[in-house]
């Protein structure tokens, strides 16, 4: 007797009862999500690598043979030391000296963001812009690096360099594993904003994309304060429910102005009021002038282009801060 087929194909909305829990039903589309095998995931070689990296007693020795056996991760590695990211004048030829300049925080958070970037370049969702999506990452990461940088406050900035790099992660894991319905949202929500997104997502699927990208985090043992703020990154309101001075709220706040910097380095149409709204909410949220903003956003420009390459994402020129003003005004 033949043995009895199995079907794994992906059911979004399925059937429950109207007394089902909501968090029952997310719980449940999540399982159905994972079991498609179809969610973007780190490499073994990457996860060794961040594991490795936060050993508190750490083997530089097993750790470089790890880093060696992926050549792009390796070659990442080294690309990145050797960036303006570092400042330093004095160019470096060794894994080890590497290591040293990165830290070790960093070249964990490197190595899982090269794993992804590498395997998801492009997909089967037709409407998902794979492109796009890691070209609007990079822009985050960098743009949270600096101003974790900049503040020197709670937050590490290699942490919220990730952070920026990965936040947006549960919108490619819905384009992977719901390609065909992830489309429908797509469409449903084009030209209406990130909050019709994430409204069409809850529609769709009971959770939006910062939900499930937090549970795939929480999966990958990322801190809990880091998948706190991926979750909440999107909503000033929810923020307030963290803890005041936590690390999951100031990341949280940090993604949020970082999306906002995104915008502008990917789009080559921003409303000009929207510019204006960006220099305000750095201002409020953050103390960074309208004075120092220009600054500010001409270097997050200038690293977007260096990590860009780095990465091998799409990047483009952007306008001085001074210019863009100038049309939004």
Known sequence: MAPKKVNRSLKTNPHHSDDTPLEDKKQQI???????RKLP???ITALEIYRLAHDKDVDYAKLKRVVEKDPAIASRVMQLANSAFYRSQVRIY???????RLGMKMLGHVALGVSLVSQTKKGPCKEFDYEG???ESVARSVAAWYLARERGQIIDAEVAFTAGLLCQIGRLAFAAAYPTKYAEVLQSARGKGFVSLLDQERKMFYMDHNELAAKMMAEWNLPDFFCQAVHYQDSLTNQESLPPASPQRELARILQWS???SMILTQRRIPPRKALEIMVKATNLFGITPQAFPES???????????GSIFEVATREVPPWSEI?????
């Open 325 to 329: 003003y100038n049309q939004a005004g």
């Open 133 to 135: 999506f890691w070209s």
């Open 94 to 100: 060794s894994l080890k000296n590497a290591f040293v």
């Open 41 to 43: 995931s780190p490499d």
């Open 259 to 261: 999306r906002a910097i």
């Open 30 to 36: 999540y399982k159905e999500i994972k079991r498609t």
């Open 297 to 307: 956003f001409d270097t997050i420009s200038s690293e977007w282009l260096k990590m």
